[in-house]
Each structure stands twice: as structure tokens, then as C-alpha cells.
């Protein structure tokens, strides 16, 4: 499961970005989840990941991830969560520079999540809200010990649930909560040592560090029309998903084009008055060259 592994430590210790192992050794699934809940699961995340367009950062130091494994514990490599959504600032959109990632791993990374996005369904609002007992255990009993080395005892300890992996660990600045049953959005803000909730004007949250909100849009998103959760910016515009920019795009075009149509026609109108005068004054016996010309 992880080739690269044990690794030889050395004196002083190496880096656990050298010694444990990457989302290429980490597994991306867990065979014994069931799937996405249901279509909002898949088409919701998307819609934020279309919009989230921080003005403060480039294309290129965005990242995005929708029910991907993130883990988050150097001394548990195995154990990690599965947000519906999370955005990260200040990191390359690809890992390296180079590939698309499998997962999202913490100590290779070096940045956490600025935002955390997850959405409520009847089985996973007491966990996604912190208000349950606990997880159980990974199913891969096999853990990499801190030197690098494989202990195939499972460990004793249990991991944290996700409000304190996302409060206490990873220190998440905003952590969203949206239930499609009830159309209730929540927002929670880090303060301090704990999250402390916000209170939501026209269901919107706004998020100065990265010059950007957060909102409820009733619209039709792919054909289904209903609230969704989507990003908006400084002056209180939805930002525009891919194939929004495309239309408005076009409309801008056709509007270029009308314009320039319309200036055409008004030239054609005034050559043909101008030529209409020309020969009234030629009727008249009135060189209009003279006019033309002087």
C-alpha cells in the first residue's frame, strides 16, 4: 500500500513531508462508504467551486475540493475527513505545479482550508454540527508510525469528530452548514479557541480576508431550480459559473454588434440625405462643389 515506505530516518530527523507518506500512497476512497446521498451532493459543490473567485488571488493559487479524503493528522496518517467542500487560498491549484490531486494532505501541503463547506442531510447533521458521540475507527487497522514505519497494531485512540478536527485542528477560519430540507444556511467564524456563530443578514456571509461572500441564490442551476449556495463579490454580484461568463459573453458581443449596425445604418442614412441635397442643388443650378469645397 505505501511502496515508499519505511523510510530511513536520519540525524537531525527528516521533515514528515519527507517521511510520511503523500496523496499518492494515501487511498482516495473507502470502498466501504456508501455513495453521494443524492444529486444536490454533487451539483451544489460545483456551483461553488464555479464561483469561488477571490479577486485577492490568482487562478493559479485556488484550489477547490468536493468529497475528497482530507488528512490532517501527521501522527495518524489514515485517519482523515471527507468535506462536501472546502476552498484553500494561497496554494497551487495543482500539487507541485504539476498533477491533479487524489487527496488532500495536510503536511504535504503546508496550507489548510480557509473554508469549509458542509451540507446537512437527515444521517450527518449531528456529526456535521459536532453534536454526536463520536467516529468509529478507519477500516485500514494498519497505521505509519512516526518513524516511518509500518505498526500493524490498530491504535487505541479514536479520531476527533469533524467539528473538532475542523476547530481545533485544522483551525478552519469559516465553516458552513446548508440544509436543503430546511433552506437553513449557518455560518461559524473561528474566535479565538472555538467557533463561535455568526448572525446571517439575507442569508449572506461576507469574508473580508479573501474579499468575498457567501449567499442563498434562488435560480435555475442546470436545470433545476431551487436555492443554492453560491459566491458573490464586493458590490453584491453572484459571480457567474463558466457557462454564465460564456452567455455574457455573447451578449455582450450581440450588443457590440447592434451597436456597430446601428451606426452603420446612420451613416447610410446620412450619405443618402447628403446625396439627396447634392441633387436638389444641382436642380437648383447651384454647383454644390462650391459648398463641398470651400
Known amino acids: 500500500m505505501f511502496p515508499k515506505y519505511p523510510v530511513p530516518q536520519t540525524e537531525p530527523p527528516r521533515s514528515p513531508k519527507e517521511t510520511l507518506p503523500t496523496m499518492y500512497d494515501l487511498p482516495s476512497e473507502n470502498p466501504e462508504e456508501p455513495g453521494l446521498p443524492d444529486e444536490f451532493h454533487g451539483l451544489q459543490p460545483q456551483l461553488l467551486s464555479y ?23 501527521v501522527r495518524h496518517p489514515l485517519w482523515y475527513k471527507r468535506p462536501d467542500w472546502f476552498g484553500v487560498v494561497g496554494v497551487s491549484r495543482l500539487y507541485d505545479e504539476v498533477d491533479m490531486r487524489l487527496s488532500y494532505v495536510i503536511w504535504q501541503e503546508g496550507v489548510n482550508p480557509f473554508v469549509i463547506v458542509e451540507l446537512l442531510s437527515p444521517g450527518t447533521e449531528k456529526e456535521d454540527l459536532g453534536e454526536n458521540d463520536g467516529e468509529k475507527l478507519p477500516s485500514v487497522s494498519e497505521e505509519i508510525a512516526g518513524n516511518g514505519n509500518i505498526n500493524h497494531e490498530p491504535s487505541l485512540e479514536k479520531p476527533l469528530r469533524k467539528w473538532e478536527v475542523y476547530e481545533q485542528v485544522l483551525r478552519i477560519p469559516y465553516y458552513v452548514v446548508f440544509s436543503r430540507y430546511t433552506n437553513r444556511l449557518r455560518a461559524f467564524k473561528l474566535d479565538g479557541a472555538r467557533y463561535e456563530e455568526l448572525e446571517l443578514s439575507d442569508s449572506r456571509l461576507w469574508m473580508p480576508e479573501i474579499d468575498l461572500g457567501l449567499g442563498l441564490w434562488h435560480g435555475d442551476y442546470l436545470g433545476v431550480d431551487r436555492l443554492w449556495l453560491r459566491w458573490y463579490d464586493s458590490e453584491g454580484n453572484w459571480i457567474p459559473t463558466p457557462e454564465e461568463r460564456a452567455e455574457q459573453a455573447q451578449e455582450r458581443a450581440d450588443e457590440a454588434q447592434e451597436r456597430a449596425d446601428e451606426a452603420q445604418e446612420r451613416a447610410e442614412i446620412a450619405e443618402t440625405r447628403l446625396q439627396s441635397l447634392i441633387e436638389r442643388l444641382r436642380e437648383s443650378g447651384i454647383d454644390p462643389d462650391r459648398f463641398l469645397n470651400g
Open 51 to 73: 464561483t469561488f473567485r477571490p479577486s485577492t488571488y490568482s487562478a493559479s493559487q485556488i484550489f477547490t475540493g468536493s468529497d475528497m479524503n482530507l488528512y490532517y493528522d
